[in-house]
């Protein structure tokens, strides 16, 4: 509907269609092209957000919870808002606020959960809860005004005060903040967490009181194997075929494959599939942060997968975007030059305080043997849930890590020094 108005929102067309290469040529090459004003662009929005996924949606939400007179426009490809995906986390996460604002938007939460080993199985009293895509969509249509949401709408190009539209409209703000999930990189040495899951519903009542986090007594296939469980109704749950792997690559009908043998595993008898979501998520093993914001489109913020910010271990990436909110919504200018500067700085700082868990991923990734993996993990999960909860929160303390690195290796300790070494040297 919106799309073939004239004007979207205040998006307006290009006089002239043989001048739509040149404009957009002159708005890419960044904030210093005067040009554009010759041409009749409407301003009215404050803030544009390109891509309408977890980061800006928690954005949009945060400001016009704090800040409703910050006119906020949102410009996503996709067909809804948020996508489709269940975003977990843990309660300690996030701070008290935090769970308070961001309430509206779990649909589910446990008082604790499970993890399952070969030689370890534990239940951990820590929450853990669950967001939705449809939560996160019904509280911005509720907060924002429609014309202000606009969907199936793919942004082309953009400069820190404009998006250029896959129609060559051009949509201009004080500040575009780009939340269009992961891009491609050179600078950051990225490893996977790919899943896919299946919300089924079960024949019998599967009797769990909380989520399994990571059952790992499954076969070990393509890395570092598990399944991920969340139980959403007596006989309802999600439950997701997860490998931490070397590669991309995802093939869906083996995954369903391996999640039908485990309901089998668990005398579950499958009678309904109401939903599918799958991720590739990235894992930092190591990389060049400033490199990396160098990469984007020179004073375009970023957030989200779109800013490095994700837990370098699980891949999560729901208390950095909640965080990241709180940021932007608290910044006493919004413009593109001030956002820029707070989301960089905030990213990099954050990037640099997690190297630990990068060196982690490196034992993990690359000292561990594909089938060894699990080990690393067995050994993390005996340590005590309080630190365990920091770990999560990327919030440890320094003799958390000391915990972490000794006692007995689940490795061999010089394979993995020798592995660290070469990395360091750039020879792994
Ligand atoms: C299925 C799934 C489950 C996950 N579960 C968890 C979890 O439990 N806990 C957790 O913390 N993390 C989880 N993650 C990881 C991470 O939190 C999510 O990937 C999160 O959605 C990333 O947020 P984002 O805003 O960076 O990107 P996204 O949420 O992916 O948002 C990017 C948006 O930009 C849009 N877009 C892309 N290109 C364009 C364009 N050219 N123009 C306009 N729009 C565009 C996309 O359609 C998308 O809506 C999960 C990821 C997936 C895929």
């Known amino acids: 509907m919106r799309r073939s108005d004239t004007h979207i929102g205040k998006v307006t067309q290009l006089p002239h269609p043989s001048h739509a290469g040149e404009v957009v040529e002159h708005i890419v090459a960044g904030l210093s092209c005067r040009r554009i004003t010759a041409y009749d662009i409407s301003v009215d929005s404050d803030i544009i957000l390109a891509g309408g996924g977890l980061a800006n949606g928690l954005i949009a939400l945060r400001l016009a919870q704090l800040r409703p007179d910050v006119r906020v426009t949102i410009v996503e490809s996709g067909a809804t808002v948020g996508g489709n995906h269940t975003w977990s986390s843990f309660a300690r996460d996030l701070t008290p606020e935090q769970r308070v604002w961001t309430a509206p938007l779990f649909e589910h939460r446990w008082d604790n959960y499970e993890v399952r080993f070969p030689r370890l199985q ?12 449809e939560r996160l969509a019904a509280e ?9 949401v606009l969907t199936g709408t793919p942004v082309a190009a953009l400069t820190p005060t404009s998006v250029t539209l896959a129609d060559q409209r051009v949509l201009t703000a004080a500040a575009v903040i780009d939340g269009r999930g992961q891009g491609p990189t050179k600078a950051l040495d990225l490893r996977w967490q790919k899943f896919l899951g299946l919300e089924v519903e079960l024949a019998e009542p599967h009797g769990l009181t909380g989520p399994i986090i990571m059952d790992a007594t499954v076969p070990q296939f393509d890395g570092y194997r598990f399944v991920y469980t969340l139980p959403f109704g007596p006989t309802r ?15 869906p009908d083996l995954l369903r494959r391996h999640l039908a043998d485990y309901a089998v595993s668990q005398g579950w008898t499958i009678t309904a599939t109401h939903r599918e979501e799958f991720g590739i998520l990235p894992l930092g093993i190591g990389g060049d942060i400033e490199a990396f914001w160098d990469e984007g489109e020179a004073g375009v913020p970023r957030v989200g997968l779109r800013s490095g ?9 729901f208390p950095d975007a909640v965080q ?3 940021l932007v919504a608290a910044l006493p200018v919004l413009d593109a030059a001030a956002i820029y500067r707070a989301v960089r700085d905030h990213s990099v700082r954050v990037w640099k305080a997690r190297g630990m868990y990068r060196l982690l991923n490196r034992m993990l990734f690359l000292a561990a043997l594909p089938d060894e993996r699990y080990r690393v993990l067995e050994r993390f999960y005996e340590h005590d849930e309080a630190l365990v909860g920091r770990f999560y929160a990327a919030k440890p303390v320094l003799r958390d890590w000391q915990k972490i690195l000794s006692g007995k290796p689940p490795l061999p300790v010089i394979r993995a020094m020798m592995t660290l070494i070469k990395y360091e040297l750039g020879k792994a």
């Open 309 to 317: 910010m994700f837990h370098p271990v699980t891949g999560y990436s």
């Open 122 to 133: 534990r239940r951990l009293d820590s929450g853990y809860g669950s967001a939705t895509s």
């Open 324 to 326: 990241i909110a709180d």
């Open 140 to 148: 911005i249509a509720r907060l924002l005004p429609p014309d202000r």
């Open 237 to 251: 749950v999600l439950i997701e075929d997860t490998y931490f792997s070397d590669g991309n690559d995802l093939s």
